[in-house]
C-alpha cells in the first residue's frame, strides 16, 4: 500500500478519504480519475470502481496540487499529457487544450487522469539480463510490449543489475523520470551502483551527450518511437555502447510494422528482441529475435 503514502498528498481530501480504506489483494497497476464518473482502480486482471463521483472543482484541484499549486512551471509536460511524480509515477493527464499552428500549446481545462503505480521489483530481470550480459559481452536489447505490461519496471531492475552486479558502467537516459524517480536529479529508485542519470531531457540528446562525457558500457532508455530516438541508437551502436531500449508492441509483426524501428532490426542494431507479457502478476520474458 506505498502508493497511499506516496500520492495521496496530491488528492483532494475528498478522493483521499474515498480511497482511504482501500485494501488491493494484488497489485494496483493505475487509478482512473474523470470528472463526474466514479473513481476506477485497475488492477493486473480486473478492475472496480469506487462509490465517489469526482467532481470538476475536484479535478481543478488535483491539478493544482500536481503542480504544486504552479501550473506554469510544468507547462511543457502538460503539453505532452502527462506529469512525472517522485518516485517514478506517471500521471496521464487529458481533457481541454488550446492549440496553435495544429500543435498543443497549453492545457486549458484537465478533466481526466491516468496514475500509473510505480513499483520496484527487485529481480524481476534476471530472465532478462541472461540474454543482454554473457561475462564481459553485452547485447544490445529491445524490449517490447503492449502498454502496461511492465517495460520500464524491467528496465530499472536491468540496470540494477547489470550495474551492481555485472560490473558495467550504465547511463540511463531518462526522459520522464520513470526508470529512476529522479526528483531534482537524484534518482529515488535503485538504478543500480555504477549508474549515471540524465533526466527531464529528450532521451535522443540525453543519449548523445552521456557518450560524449560518462564514457557508457550500457546506454538504457524507456519508448524508442521517434526519427531522433532512432538516430541516436544507431549513433550509440556506431559507438560501441550496448543499448538497451523498450517499445510500444504487442508482438514482433506489430514491431516490424513499425517504421524506424523495423530498420534497426533489418540492419541487426538489436541482438535481441524480447516480448514481455503478463499472467496474472507475474510479467514473462520471451526472445523472439
Not at 500500500?1 to 495521496?8: H, Q, R
Not at 520496484?120 to 502496461?148: F, W
Not at 562525457?213 to 524507456?222: A, E, G, K, Q, R
Not at 538516430?231 to 555502447?241: L, M
Request: proline share 3%; glycine share 6%; hydrophobic share 35%.
Amino acid at each position: 500500500m506505498e502508493w497511499k503514502s506516496d500520492l495521496f498528498k496530491y488528492f483532494p481530501n475528498t478522493i483521499s478519504r474515498a480511497l482511504e480504506n482501500i485494501r488491493c489483494l494484488s497489485p494496483l497497476c493505475e487509478i482512473r480519475i474523470r470528472v463526474n464518473k466514479r473513481i476506477q482502480l485497475v488492477f493486473s486482471n480486473r478492475d472496480i470502481l469506487i462509490e465517489h463521483c469526482v467532481s470538476e472543482n475536484e479535478c481543478s484541484l488535483l491539478l493544482e496540487l500536481l503542480c504544486e499549486h504552479s501550473i506554469y512551471a510544468r507547462t511543457d509536460e502538460l503539453k505532452n499529457c502527462f506529469l512525472t511524480l517522485p518516485k517514478g509515477y506517471r500521471v496521464g493527464v487529458c481533457g481541454d487544450f488550446s492549440c496553435e499552428n495544429g500543435k498543443i500549446r497549453c492545457l486549458t481545462s484537465a478533466s481526466f487522469f491516468n496514475f500509473r503505480i510505480a513499483r520496484e521489483c527487485i529481480g524481476s530481470a534476471r530472465d532478462a539480463v541472461k540474454y543482454i550480459q554473457h561475462g564481459e559481452k553485452l547485447n544490445s536489447t529491445l524490449m517490447i510490449s503492449s502498454p502496461g505490461v511492465g517495460k520500464t519496471t524491467l528496465l530499472r531492475d536491468t540496470a540494477r543489475l547489470i550495474s551492481t552486479y555485472g560490473g558495467k558502467k550504465v547511463c540511463i537516459a531518462d526522459e520522464r523520470c520513470e526508470i529512476s524517480g529522479a526528483r531534482n536529479g537524484v534518482p529515488c529508485l535503485d538504478v543500480g551502483e555504477r549508474t549515471d542519470v540524465m533526466s527531464g531531457s529528450p532521451k535522443a540528446e540525453a543519449m548523445m551527450s552521456m557518450i560524449r562525457t560518462m564514457s557508457p558500457d550500457v546506454i538504457i532508455t524507456d519508448e524508442l518511437g521517434s526519427k531522433e530516438d532512432i538516430k541516436a541508437v544507431r549513433e550509440a551502436s556506431s559507438c560501441g555502447v550496448c543499448v538497451i531500449a523498450s517499445a510500444h508492441s504487442g508482438s514482433l509483426l506489430e514491431l516490424e510494422r513499425r517504421p524506424g524501428l523495423c530498420e534497426l532490426l533489418k540492419d541487426n542494431v538489436f541482438d535481441n528482441v524480447l516480448l514481455l507479457h503478463r499472467n496474472m502478476d507475474k510479467v514473462f520474458t520471451e526472445k523472439v529475435i
